[in-house]
């Protein structure tokens, strides 16, 4: 199965205010996203993890990585530098881009961190799953949410858990609710 989640900011305290996160601290957060991640997820599982994975943590990223299950796939994000420097947390993904296009099923699916207007199959039915705005109602998120195919994979508006493709759609048709 293909599961996909955006911005989960691990380590992150400033995360938990500018999210409203119900955490008590960067700690608690850590601990119910790895419990939630992995009461999810399988080992044989896809995840396609869409940026902003570790930021400002006072652990290293492979201290994450290598407690969480499944194919970790990684799109580079904003916040993923510290991320992308480091040789042994890099060696827990498969695959790293900037920007991918994947099949779900018989679903074309473009995959990058930030929304995009118009991707790849978009006049053909394709989907764009992405993160970066998290949870906020701003100028990009009024525009994505005219995107009927477009899909916000941040944490925060899919319970803190990986998601399916079609968990996604219902989680975004709630959202915008």
């Given amino acids: 199965m293909n599961l996909?989640?955006?911005d989960t900011h691990f380590g992150h305290s400033n995360v938990l205010l500018h999210d409203h996160r119900p955490f008590a601290d960067a700690d608690t957060m850590d601990q119910c996203l790895i419990d939630f991640w992995n009461g999810r997820v399988s080992k044989d599982d896809h995840i396609y993890i869409l940026g902003d994975f570790?930021?400002?943590?006072?652990?290293?990223?492979?201290w994450y990585l290598k407690k969480l299950?499944?194919?970790?796939h990684f799109i580079i994000g904003n916040h993923d530098r510290h991320l992308l420097k480091n040789e042994k947390a890099m060696s827990y993904f498969e695959t790293v881009d900037s920007l991918k296009m994947?099949?779900?099923g018989?679903?074309?699916?473009?995959?990058?961190?930030?929304?995009?207007?118009?991707?790849?199959?978009?006049?053909h039915g394709s989907w764009h799953i992405y993160g970066h705005i998290h949870a906020s109602k701003n100028e990009a998120y009024e525009f994505m949410r005219?995107?009927?195919r477009?899909?916000?994979a941040g944490c925060m508006i899919n319970n803190y858990t990986p998601a399916s493709l079609n968990e996604?759609?219902?989680n975004n048709r709630i959202f915008r609710e």
């Fill in 4 to 6: 996909y989640i955006a």
């Fill in 54 to 62: 570790c930021y400002r943590s006072g652990r290293e990223p492979e």
């Fill in 69 to 72: 299950r499944g194919h970790k």
């Fill in 102 to 104: 994947i099949k779900d």
């Fill in 106 to 123: 018989e679903n074309e699916i473009i995959l990058c961190h930030y929304p995009l207007a118009e991707w790849n199959g978009y006049f």
């Fill in 146 to 148: 005219t995107k009927e």
């Fill in 150 to 152: 477009a899909l916000n």
């Fill in 168 to 170: 996604l759609i219902r």
